[in-house]
């Protein structure tokens, strides 16, 4: 099992915090050996190669919480990546990809997990065998619907990560119905 640790200060109008964020991080396999955390820029903020008691302690001033992903890579097979989502905020995130796909503990990991696993059910629910009949547009309409749903009844943060990964998938007449976040 491998730990990251990352200990962040947080910074904005009021004066900084200190927080911390613990991410406790099982490896999907021995295949795995690195894994990486990136912001929502695709920045490289620490790595670490898996093992027992391994830990990565990061004292930044970046202004938590925030999301970015965790990405495990196989030296052995560069396209071989397994990459989620996760939200930096303090207190103790759990990532187990041998139990489930996501990122448990915390209020924001377990919202983001929520929008993923209603959206699993949405691709559930439209596969060709549950139904043969179904056309694309139809089908892209209740994607489109579904987006526009999640986002509007997501927090800023979330609701703003969930528009940049999945609003190309809204259709232009449906654009309108996004509400403002603050």
Request: charged share 25%; proline share 6%.
């Amino acid at each position: 099992m491998l730990v990251v640790l990352l200990s962040m200060v947080s910074c904005g109008r009021k004066a900084p915090v200190q927080s911390t964020c613990v991410m406790t991080v099982a490896s999907p396999g021995e295949e795995f050996s690195r894994a990486v955390l990136y912001d929502a820029d695709n920045q490289a903020l620490d790595s670490v190669c898996p093992g027992e008691g391994a830990t990565i302690v990061r004292n930044d001033t970046t202004a938590m919480p925030y999301l970015g992903f965790l990405r495990f890579y196989n030296p052995a097979e560069p396209a071989d990546v397994i990459e989620i989502p996760v939200a930096v905020e303090g207190g103790e995130v759990t990532v187990d990809l041998n139990r489930r796909l996501g990122a448990v503990g915390t209020p924001l990991n377990d919202k983001l997990y929520e929008f993923l696993a209603e959206r699993n059910r949405l691709n559930k629910l439209y596969t060709p065998s549950n139904n043969p009949g179904l056309t694309l547009e139809e089908m892209e309409s209740a994607y489109s619907i579904f987006y526009v749903e999640q986002i509007n009844k997501a927090d800023k943060l979330i609701g703003d990560f969930l528009e940049k990964s999945y609003g190309v998938h809204i259709q232009p007449g449906d654009r309108a119905k996004l509400r403002a976040r603050e």
